[in-house]
């Protein structure tokens, strides 16, 4: 899958939104484990680079992507 097809860019609320979603310690991990995804490819990350830090599949990083 090369290039990205699905750009993200997020302003500083949504970006402070999605940090207080992961600190909060109530939603599921699935939910919590997405918002690191988005972080991580707002920040610049590659899907290869993303998947192998947060331990998922880049299958998971793509699709995640596409759905924002």
């Given amino acids: 899958m090369a290039?990205?097809?699905y750009s993200i860019?997020?302003?500083p609320e949504e970006?402070?939104?999605l940090n207080r979603?992961?600190?909060g310690?109530?939603?599921s991990a699935r939910i919590v484990t997405r918002a690191r995804i988005?972080?991580?490819i707002d920040e610049g990350w590659k899907a290869p680079q993303v998947?192998?830090?947060l331990d998922v599949a880049e299958g998971t990083v793509y699709?995640?992507?596409r759905h924002c």
Avoid: C, D, H, Y
Wanted: glycine share 8%; net charge positive; charged share 35%.
């Fill in 21 to 23: 979603l992961i600190r």
């Fill in 3 to 5: 290039g990205v097809r």
């Fill in 25 to 27: 310690g109530k939603p």
């Fill in 63 to 65: 699709r995640v992507r």
């Fill in 38 to 40: 988005l972080l991580k």
């Fill in 9 to 11: 860019q997020f302003t």
């Fill in 15 to 17: 970006r402070e939104q």
């Fill in 51 to 53: 998947a192998s830090a």
